[in-house]
Structures are given as structure tokens and as C-alpha cells.
T-cell receptor, first 113, second 118 residues
Framework: GQNIDQPTEMTATEGAIVQINCTYQ??????LFWYQQHAGEAPTFLSY????GLEEKGRFSSFLSRSKGYSYLLLKELQMKDSASYLC??????????????FGQGTTLQVKP | GAGVSQSPRYKVAKRGQDVALRCDPI?????LFWYQQALGQGPEFLTY????????KSGLPSDRFFAERPEGSVSTLKIQRTQQEDSAVYLC????????????????FGQGTRLTVV
């Protein structure tokens, strides 16, 4: 079966750096996504990794190691508005190949002053 | 419109009532997904459409759940004889590529419909 694990909650200080980890066990691999979701709002796309290594996009970076089934999202220069849930998701590598996503439970990040 | 639009934003249904949830995807998007998100959890896949064809409905929890996209644009998720365990946020997402195409084509999500069954 498919399984995605990420911490339930994290707390960090404004201006600091935080790393949110995600591990996955899937029968294959076809890409990993990170989404941000503020309470009561739509998930919004942050990053996509399909090859090993680091993808940087402004204050946010995402890393992937396919051999370890591991990814992390790195947030730099934290701002209060970064308080949200961060969802790790892998594209289902199943035969139907619809592009559907399998999500982790999400990590709720609280940024404190 | 500029994004994925869902209506209603909130729906309270009495147990046993039928409900219909609407999704207007981004114009021209081929792929459309429905997900169910319980409180404090990540979204869980329900069903997938490529244009008007429902190619995957493996995530629908029971035969009380039915989805359609008759003209390949607007989609409706219908839940018959609602139960308390159906209470959740129902998210719709669309993407411009077909699912089988590789690459990082992101799915754009709507704000969801929060369904509460009482």
C-alpha cells in the first residue's frame, strides 16, 4: 500500500528557519508535491520534485531523496503568515496513472513572534 | 474564472438528505479531481475525470456517492442519504494536463465545500 508520514505539529519563531520532513512508502514513484493550506482555504502549490536534489523557490526549498523515500520542505526567514498546514503528497504511481495525489496528514506549523 | 470555484461553501444536511456539490474548474483544464478532507487530515482521493470521462472512481466510499462531468467542464458530486461520517470538506481540483502526462503539472484546488451532517 501507499503511506506518507509527516509530523503533526511544529512550532518555530518568526525570522527563523524550519524544516518539515516527509517520508513515503509507495510501490513506485512519479513525483512529490508540497502544498500550503491555511485554515478554511484551498491548498496552494508550493513545489514539485521528481529528481533527487534541492529545488529552491524564494524563501521555500524542497529536497528529495528517492532512494530513502524522503523529502523535506525548508522555510527560511519565517513570517507570521507562514502559519499554516503543509501537505506532502506523492503522485500515485498506480496503473491507472490518473495523476491523483496521495496526501500525508499535513503538518500544522505555528510561527510565534 | 480565475480559479477553481466550488459551491456552496457550507452545507448543513439532515441525516438521510441528498446533497449536490458543484465544482467549476479553471477553463480549459482537462483533469478534474474530487477529494475528501476530514478535520486535521490530508485530502483523500475520491474520483478523477479526464474531460467528461470518469476514469477512476476507486476512492468513492460507497455507492451513495456519485460524480459527473457531463460536458467536460462543471462537475457535480452527489451524496445520497447522507450519514454523519460524510461530514468533511469536499475539495475539487483541476489540472491542464491529462493524468498520464509526466511532469510537475500542479493541481489547482478550490476552497472546498464544508458538509456537516446533523
Amino acid at each position: 500500500g501507499q503511506n506518507i508520514d509527516q509530523p503533526t505539529e511544529m512550532t518555530a519563531t518568526e525570522g527563523a528557519i524550519v524544516q518539515i520532513n516527509c517520508t513515503y512508502q509507495t510501490s513506485g514513484f512519479n513525483g512529490l508535491f508540497w502544498y500550503q493550506q491555511h485554515a478554511g482555504e484551498a491548498p496552494t502549490f508550493l513545489s514539485y520534485n521528481v529528481l533527487d536534489g534541492l529545488e529552491e523557490k524564494g524563501r521555500f526549498s524542497s529536497f528529495l531523496s528517492r532512494s530513502k523515500g524522503y523529502s523535506y520542505l525548508l522555510l527560511k526567514e519565517l513570517q507570521m503568515k507562514d502559519s499554516a498546514s503543509y501537505l506532502c503528497a506523492v503522485r500515485d504511481p498506480g496503473s491507472s496513472n490518473t495523476g491523483k495525489l496521495i496526501f500525508g496528514q499535513g503538518t500544522t506549523l505555528q510561527v510565534k513572534p | 474564472g480565475a480559479g477553481v470555484s466550488q459551491s456552496p461553501r457550507y452545507k448543513v444536511a439532515k441525516r438521510g438528505q441528498d446533497v449536490a456539490l458543484r465544482c467549476d474548474p479553471i477553463s480549459g483544464h482537462v483533469s478534474l479531481f474530487w477529494y475528501q478532507q476530514a478535520l486535521g487530515q490530508g485530502p483523500e482521493f475520491l474520483t478523477y475525470f479526464q474531460n467528461e470521462a470518469q476514469l477512476d472512481k476507486s476512492g468513492l466510499p460507497s455507492d451513495r456517492f456519485f460524480a459527473e462531468r457531463p460536458e467536460g467542464s462543471v462537475s457535480t458530486l452527489k451524496i445520497q442519504r447522507t450519514q454523519q461520517e460524510d461530514s468533511a470538506v469536499y475539495l475539487c481540483a483541476s489540472s491542464y494536463t491529462e493524468g498520464r502526462h509526466p511532469g510537475g503539472a500542479e493541481a489547482f484546488f478550490g476552497q472546498g465545500t464544508r458538509l456537516t451532517v446533523v
